[in-house]
């Protein structure tokens, strides 16, 4: 009966390391995640402003080349 509550404490024991190893790596997984969201946020704001910036570009009207003086060289 020793060896099988031994072997018993034993196999609780590897169950035990890998659950702990399963929590580390998914508060690993769960951080990498947070920054991968706040990455992904700040990118679509830059993206945001890049399409505001286009817009705005597309928006004003262009400009009459007669009115801009001669290149430097004429």
């Known amino acids: 009966m020793s ?11 590897e169950l035990e390391i890998r659950m ?6 998914l508060e690993q997984q769960g951080e990498e995640l947070r ?8 990118l679509l704001r830059q993206l945001q402003e890049l399409v505001d910036r286009v817009q705005a570009l597309v928006d ?3 400009a009459d080349p007669a ?4 290149p430097p060289h004429y």
Request: hydrophobic share 25%; no cysteine.
């Open 35 to 42: 920054l991968l969201q706040q990455t992904n946020a700040r």
């Open 67 to 70: 009115g801009e003086p001669p």
């Open 20 to 25: 702990a190893h399963q929590e580390y790596a």
């Open 3 to 13: 060896d099988s509550g031994s072997e018993l404490q034993h196999r609780i024991e």
């Open 60 to 62: 004003r009207p262009a």
